[in-house]
């Protein structure tokens, strides 16, 4: 990854300057959630729309098609708040982390990229955190016999509690005189009950993205 422009920025205009824009003066730009860091789109943008994405704080990008500026979300509210923009080593990519208001795509797919070649529908570039969650409260809403999520879930708050404070301590243990798969393994049973609970409780997955950036 290159540096780092912000908004306010001293060093902004230089590193503007130092985009390889191509024949047609744009630059591609990969849009990040800055919280999870999944990949939610791919557009261009050219010097103006740049500019003016730093100018407003949202993303403007260069619509190929219609040949004019696009502002994101302007139409559908769906704005894209912009955090930090990189460029790479090259100077020919940036990657935009923006706090998106909505869905990125204009399919309202959260991500534009959720689609995988083998078929499958599951969203591959979305991180594994956030996978689960949405595996999670999915059984949530379509319970099925037999599952131990199904069984936690009617069990209750006390029941999945009783297994957090129970996976807490087995990671304790794991780390004091277990080896590194074994704190590996419990860890992961960790954060399942932990993200379970989220979804018992209607927590978004990335709410506690946002507690620690706010610290």
């Known amino acids: 990854m290159g540096e780092t422009t912000t908004t306010g920025n ?23 959630h800055d919280l999870t860091g999944q990949v939610l789109m791919m557009a261009y943008m050219n010097r103006d729309s740049l500019e003016q994405t730093l100018e ?46 909505g869905p990125a795509c204009h399919t309202n797919e959260y991500s ?12 591959e570039a979305k991180p594994f955190r956030g996978r689960l969650h949405d595996l999670l409260n999915d059984r949530k809403q379509n319970p099925k016999a037999g599952s131990y999520t199904t069984q936690l879930l009617r069990a209750g708050d006390a029941r999945i509690l009783q297994k957090l404070g129970e ?8 780390a ?29 997955s990335d709410a506690v993205d946002r507690v620690l950036r706010s610290r």
């Open 167 to 174: 996976e807490a301590v087995e990671v304790i243990v794991a």
């Open 56 to 101: 407003i704080g949202e993303t403007v990008f260069w619509s190929r098609s219609r040949q004019e500026m696009w502002h994101k979300g302007a139409t559908s509210g769906n704005t894209q708040r912009v955090t930090s923009i990189h460029i790479d080593c090259d100077g020919d990519t940036l990657v935009v982390l923006v706090d998106p208001a």
């Open 10 to 32: 001293d060093s902004t205009a230089s590193l503007i300057d130092a985009i390889k824009w191509d024949e047609k003066g744009l630059v591609p730009a990969i849009v990040q």
């Open 112 to 123: 534009c990229f959720y689609r995988r070649l083998d078929g499958d529908t599951d969203q």
């Open 176 to 204: 004091q005189a277990e080896t590194e798969e074994r704190l590996l393994e419990e860890a992961a049973d960790l954060m399942y009950h932990l993200t379970l609970l989220m979804v018992r409780r209607n927590i978004p």
